[in-house]
């Protein structure tokens, strides 16, 4: 095999690392961008928020315009687009012009994530085939903790937010090199254009903008009690069955839901989607309790999920390996890498107020083993279904599309434990010292070896005793709410083997199933 599609393969990935790059960038440096503009704080999630959004709506598009305007042309005019948005938000005056060039550069990296699994189903014979799903895996367990360790390390070393975006264009032009040099030319199939899916389309932009942006901002504005959770609920509702009808029925349609009906091809996406959500236990949920408990900077927090990240080097091409052989089923791998995962949130359930990043280095070992065990099964199923190179571009609309919103159901339910649990929490913890007020007074602090906060006669020990005790309370709300995390990752995870025992079929490795001829 020619080594020229390879480079484009490479190509391609290296334009998908860049738009994880935009992504994790943002909430890595929101404090900073924040800080240098003047926003507040509601303001600012809007930054995080809208990227979601373009990301959804974007990766359903990118495998249809793939086959319409060639592989090799819309991924230049992708990364050309990636690169252009990029360099023009640091140079944005104000809010709303950063939010609509947040919303052009989150569509535009949703086009090019999708186009890597497309490129490796279009240019990969399979004997190789799932060397070529690992590279794809780099982007579901590599780019995206990666890419918040160096937006951290960059966050400290620049300081200015403007460079921290514009790290991303040297990634951007490489990728333009690679992608111009390696991928075929081809046809464009401009007849395509005739029966393109309009009416899913806008169903999409509603349906998708709407469910991402709830679950984004619903938190923050208390769910239903805002009219515009309400609104957006409302879309959603309607928008997203109108579009999977239309979906179903629609001759050339950007989600071809008939797949599902393909055992394998269904548990793949399934349980694509449930490995996103707690994939947020070995990267989430450590970086928040480190800067919120411990008081770490992003690039010292960042440097236990860097961790996870480098480790899929080594992971992925051994486990591609692992599968590749006919005796092993890629079911018993995906339950052991559950196993592990489960393991790693148990241990770190047991997390309190001592805990630095050495405690969780043990934990993030077995995440980052676990984490491939369950990606590459996945992907070998769901393509293995894939019966020609025509439908390869459909598979990945279907499963990038799931995993595009698998992301914000991920952030949302960490906000959800972070607010239930938290307040309960907080709630019991002051009731108790309310009920032994004299302890406060008496006896040690919220820990042996902190003094009681009061005198005898009331007044403070010391300066800002009090200021103190009130911040040993909160770290403890966090510990506490941080291990309830855990625990619910794990119970997802337990519901996660369930499902791989009862739903997928024995599969054998691609170059098994379709032997060269």
């Given at each position: 095999m020619s080594m020229k599609p390879l480079l484009g393969l490479l190509g391609v990935?290296?334009?998908?690392?860049?738009?994880?790059?935009?992504?994790?960038?943002?909430?890595?440096?929101?404090?900073?961008?924040?800080?240098?503009?003047?926003?507040?704080?509601?303001?600012?999630?809007?930054?995080?928020?809208?990227?979601?959004?373009?990301?959804?709506?974007?990766?359903?598009?990118?495998?249809?315009?793939?086959?319409?305007?060639?592989?090799?042309r819309f991924t230049l005019c992708v990364v050309a687009i990636v690169g252009a948005s990029t360099l023009l938000i640091p140079l944005a005056l104000n809010l709303p012009a950063i939010l609509i060039l947040r919303v052009i550069q989150g569509f535009a990296g949703g086009l090019t994530i999708p186009l890597l699994m497309t490129t490796a189903l279009m240019v990969l014979p399979p004997p190789i085939r799932l060397y070529g799903l690992a590279v794809y895996g780099l982007t579901a367990t590599f780019t995206s903790p990666f890419s918040a360790s160096l937006a951290a390390l960059w966050t400290d070393v620049v300081g200015d937010w403007r460079f921290v975006f514009l790290a991303a264009l040297p990634l951007s032009a490489l990728a333009s090199v690679l992608v111009w040099y390696g991928m075929e030319v081809g046809e464009p199939e401009y007849d395509r254009l005739q029966v393109f899916d309009w009416r899913g389309a806008l169903l999409m932009i509603l349906g998708f903008g709407a469910l991402t942006?709830?679950?984004?901002?619903?938190?923050?504005?208390?769910?239903?009690?805002?009219?515009?959770?309400?609104?957006?609920?409302?879309?959603?509702?309607?928008?997203?069955?109108?579009?999977?009808?239309?979906?179903?029925?629609?001759?050339?349609?950007?989600?071809?839901?008939?797949?599902?009906?393909?055992?394998?091809?269904?548990?793949a996406t399934l349980a694509l989607f449930a490995f996103i959500v707690v994939s947020a236990s070995s990267t989430l949920i450590p970086t928040t309790f480190l800067t919120s408990v411990q008081a770490y900077r992003p690039v010292q927090a960042h440097l236990i999920t860097l961790i996870v990240a480098l480790g899929q080097f080594v992971m992925l091409p051994a486990m591609a390996l692992l599968l590749d052989h006919r005796h092993v089923d890629a079911r018993a791998v995906t339950l052991l890498g559950l196993a592990l995962m489960l393991i790693a949130c148990l241990g770190s359930s047991s997390v309190d107020v001592t805990w630095h990043r050495d405690q969780f280095y043990v934990w993030q070992v077995l995440q980052m083993v676990g984490q491939p065990m369950i990606v590459m099964p996945l992907l070998m199923m769901a393509t293995n279904t894939v019966r020609s190179h025509a439908e390869g571009p459909l598979a990945s609309a279907l499963i990038n599309t799931t995993r595009a919103l698998a992301e914000p159901v991920g952030i949302w339910l960490i906000e959800l434990i972070e607010h239930w649990r938290g307040a309960l929490h907080s709630e019991r913890l002051v009731d108790q010292i309310g009920l032994n007020r004299f302890r406060t007074i008496q006896a040690h602090g919220l820990l042996p070896q902190d003094p009681a906060p009061l005198l005898p006669n009331g007044t403070p020990r010391a300066a800002g005793s009090l200021e103190r005790f009130a911040e040993a309370v909160t770290q403890q709300v966090h510990v506490l709410t941080t291990a309830d995390a855990y625990l619910v990752m794990a119970a997802l995870i337990v519901a996660f083997m369930a499902l791989v025992v009862i739903l997928p079929e024995r599969t054998y490795p691609p170059r098994v199933l379709f032997p060269k001829k």
């Open positions: 990935l290296i334009a998908a690392m860049s738009s994880e790059f935009n992504d994790t960038v943002t909430s890595t440096a929101l404090v900073d961008i924040r800080g240098s503009l003047g926003i507040d704080y509601d303001s600012g999630t809007w930054i995080e928020s809208l990227y979601s959004t373009g990301l959804a709506i974007g990766m359903a598009f990118a495998p249809w315009c793939a086959v319409t305007f060639t592989l090799r942006t709830m679950l984004m901002q619903g938190d923050r504005l208390d769910w239903f009690e805002s009219p515009l959770i309400c609104v957006l609920a409302l879309i959603s509702s309607i928008a997203i069955p109108l579009l999977l009808i239309n979906e179903w029925f629609h001759p050339m349609p950007l989600l071809k839901l008939q797949m599902l009906l393909r055992r394998n091809f269904a548990y």
